[in-house]
């Protein structure tokens, strides 16, 4: 079964400092796709990032990046010199390709408050 | 500007009556989904829908009812047999239902029933 892993409930962190959200993952398909949203508090769940299984590179876009290691099934999400509109509930998910409809299966998220 | 509508944004009931939350999108997505999103928890899969005409059951599908009569409109009926009915409800769309899209979002139904 899949499953996600958001083990940080809630993070503060005052602006300009880096944060890591972690998010750890379990599935036995081996073709999987791993995503990040945004939830601001308008409601809306924003798509940020989509990684699948067999690139494992790891991105940056802007003051975002993440990290991704099979190794360690962990998709983590780094935030560099984190701003006010950071602020925001984050989730991870988790699709698998032979799961088709019932896809995506979504961490509790990490509530993030940056202090200004 | 393509997007996924919902509406009303807040929904007010009383207990043992049912209620429709709109889901509409013009990004002639094929899958729709709706989710339920109770506070401190992610998100639960109720209906899903992979082509018009279709729809299945999600985690918790119980006292909820779905219809997929047009491609862009996916209305979730709430009926008097959900227990817990109160939370904030999403609706969501992919290019298909493969798994390998993002979903897109809408902004969401906040459903109080007393």
């Known amino acids: 079964a899949q499953k996600v892993t958001q083990a940080q409930t809630e993070i503060s962190v005052v602006e300009k400092e880096d944060v890591t959200l972690d998010c750890v993952y379990e599935t036995r398909d081996t073709t999987y796709y791993l995503f990040w949203y945004k939830q601001p508090p308008s409601g809306e769940l924003v798509f940020l990032i989509r990684r699948n299984s067999f690139d494992e590179q790891n991105e940056i876009s802007g003051r975002y990046s993440w990290n991704f290691q099979k190794s360690t099934s962990s998709f983590n999400f780094t935030i560099t010199a984190s701003q006010v509109v950071d602020s925001a509930v984050y989730f991870c998910?988790?699709?698998?390709?032979?799961?088709?409809?019932?896809?995506?299966?979504f961490g509790p998220g990490t509530r993030l408050s940056v202090l200004p | 500007d393509g997007g996924i509508t919902q509406s009303p944004k807040y929904l007010f009931r009383k207990e043992g009556q049912n209620v429709t939350l709109s889901c509409e999108q013009n990004l002639n997505h094929d899958a729709m989904y709706w989710y339920r999103q109770d506070p401190g928890q992610g998100l639960r899969l109720i209906y899903y829908s992979q082509i018009v005409n279709d729809f299945q059951k999600g985690d918790i599908a119980e006292g909820y009812s779905v219809s997929r009569e047009k491609k862009e409109s996916f209305p979730l009926t709430v009926t008097s047999a959900q227990k817990n009915p109160t939370a904030f409800y999403l609706c969501?769309?992919?290019?298909?239902?493969?798994?390998?899209?993002?979903?897109?979002f809408g902004n969401g139904t906040r459903l109080t029933v007393t």
């Open positions: 998910a988790l699709s698998e390709a032979q799961n088709y409809g019932q896809n995506f299966v």
């Open positions: 969501a769309s992919s290019i298909d239902y493969l798994g390998n899209s993002p979903l897109h």
